[in-house]
């Protein structure tokens, strides 16, 4: 029965290839637009973190709330301390910090390689899986020796440095060493003092999910174990991101709290901390990652509904106008003794024929959308890499299809269950059944109308918030301008030295066809780094309260290259 009113539903709709082609594009565009929309939400937003019990995990951040500083990263010493101190509230405590490095091949030629420095438990508590060799060991994360006492002087023998041990990320180890398993147990040759040892191997597309302005690489190549070391004197480098594992039936508040009694006893103890106004926040991971593109994500997703609403009213409004010009075969066809229910059935058949082939040209439009979103979409989105049509997306794209064909079949089929057989069959050629189907009609027209007037006003406060924001002036012109970074100890350690050799990099570069000035910066002018220092007037140095934090910029005059007399 099923199969013969669909079969009969595709005649009938191939009598009107126009009114078929037209419903079915308006709907391809509604479900295409919030299917592609819809796959962003989903990797960003919905999907679990890769990680093992994702939702048990949490990012610990620290706040200077007298100086308006957030998600600040933490100093070895007070790492160590929240790691002690949440002991009942978290199962471990891991932390990271990334870096650009140099590493020098075989030939001496340098590389440029994104470098991760991890407690020794931070793989066994997210969950990553080695392939080759072995994780770190807590003696791979034992502090330096530090010199005994009175040792320190010229000449004194001095306590031999702890080596460091290396974990390599499955690509690199492809790229750089042909997946060759005797890579393990080698030192890597660095431009610095240290040679990492090769220990183990990390299984493929494993990646650090931080918010952008974390300023964390994603995807680290070389992963060092971290050796802490704990010296008050040495409290304000701070570089660590740390990730915590809640205890089962450990509930968030109880962690919070637990962080608010460590960061309370570090305000007791140093001032920097107590007139800094120095507090941790604990977060879920997903939560803290997703923070800054939510906003966003929820209002696109909000205006693909209201557009997919709006098709469905100009497709219901079809159907209402065609069931309206089909009022005589559906009286002839009561007449003979068609049920209501069986001329209802039939107009949704129709339209959930429609909806399905609408679906399935918006799905295509939908994977031809999702290539151009990750084209546009900006680099601070999280999870760019993960936006798909899986399953999940499928499911959406199907439940908007069967929700389309209810919302804009249900109004035809109640019009077609219910005609007027006397006075259709007497009425002549003049029908008035356009005229009848007036105040539903009406009814489906206030709705889109009313549901196009919030999409346009949303989208003209949309377009007006990106013309305000293409306005701001960034202070300098960035039309032709190329950066890259200078890494690594270069040019020795003597302040004349390492200015010689800055100008030498100037002089070349100055020289090369088509450079007219060289200038440099660190870091780059917008590029996210934040390196808050304390700042304060004369009054700050009787109360410490006073300081303030400030971003600081070390710029170097940009050189032109001289102009040629004509």
Known sequence: MALRELAFAGRTLRKSPI?????????????????????????????????????????????????????????????????????????DLAGVFTFRNILLKEDGTPE????????????????????????????????QPAPPPGVAQPGAPAAPPLPIMALLSYEYFQR??????????????????????????????????????????????????????????????????????????????????????????????????????????????????????????????GAVIFLLLIACANVANLLLVRASLRERELAVRAAIGASWWHLARQMLTE???????????????????????LIIAPANLPRLDTIRIDSVVLAFTALAGVLAAAIFGLASAWRASRPDVM????????????????????????????????????????LRSFLELQRINPGFDPYGLLTFQVLGNRGGTKPEERGAFMHQIQDRLRGITGVQGVAASFPFPLAGDFSPIRWGTEEALSDAGKFQAVDFQIVLPVTLKPCARP
């Not at 919030?34 to 949490?58: C, E, G, H």
């Not at 990012?59 to 101190?85: C, K, T």
């Not at 470098?115 to 034992?142: H, P, W």
Request: proline share 5%; no cysteine.
């Open 19 to 91: 009114f078929a082609l037209t419903a079915a594009l308006t709907i391809a565009l509604g479900v295409g637009a919030s299917t592609a929309i819809f796959s962003v939400t989903n990797a960003v937003l919905l999907r679990p973190l890769p990680y093992k019990d994702p939702d048990r995990l949490v990012i610990a951040a620290s706040d200077m709330r007298n100086r308006n500083v957030r998600d600040f990263p933490f100093s070895n010493e007070d790492f160590i301390d929240l790691r002690e101190g949440t002991k009942d509230a978290f199962l």
């Open 176 to 301: 750089r060493y042909g997946l060759n398993p005797s890579v393990l147990g080698q030192l890597m040759i660095t431009n610095g003092p240290f040679r990492p040892q090769i220990v183990g191997v990390l299984a493929p597309g494993f990646q650090l999910y931080f918010p952008s302005a974390a300023n964390v690489e994603p995807v680290p190549e070389v992963w060092l174990a971290n050796r802490l070391g704990y010296d008050n004197a040495n409290r304000n480098g701070v570089s660590i991101r740390a990730v915590g594992r809640l205890k089962d039936g450990v509930p968030l508040e109880r962690a919070q709290a637990v962080a608010d009694n460590v960061a309370a006893e570090a305000r007791k103890n140093f001032l920097i901390e107590r007139t800094a106004g120095y507090a941790i926040r604990v977060e879920p991971m997903r939560q803290h990652l997703v923070s800054e593109a939510r906003p966003a994500i929820l209002a696109l997703m």
């Open 423 to 462: 006075n259709v069959l007497r009425g002549t050629s003049r029908s008035e059944g356009l005229a009848s189907g007036g105040p539903l009609r009406k009814l489906v027209v206030v709705a889109e109308v009313a549901l196009s007037f919030v999409l346009l006003i949303g989208s003209g406060l949309m």
């Open 112 to 143: 440029q390689v994104r470098s991760a420095v991890v407690t020794t438990n931070f793989f066994r508590l997210v969950g990553a899986k080695i392939v080759l060799g072995r994780d770190f060991s807590e003696a791979d994360g034992l502090p």
């Open 351 to 373: 339209a959930f024929l429609l909806a399905a082939i609408g679906a399935l040209a918006g799905l295509a439009l939908a994977w031809l959308g999702i290539h151009e979103l």
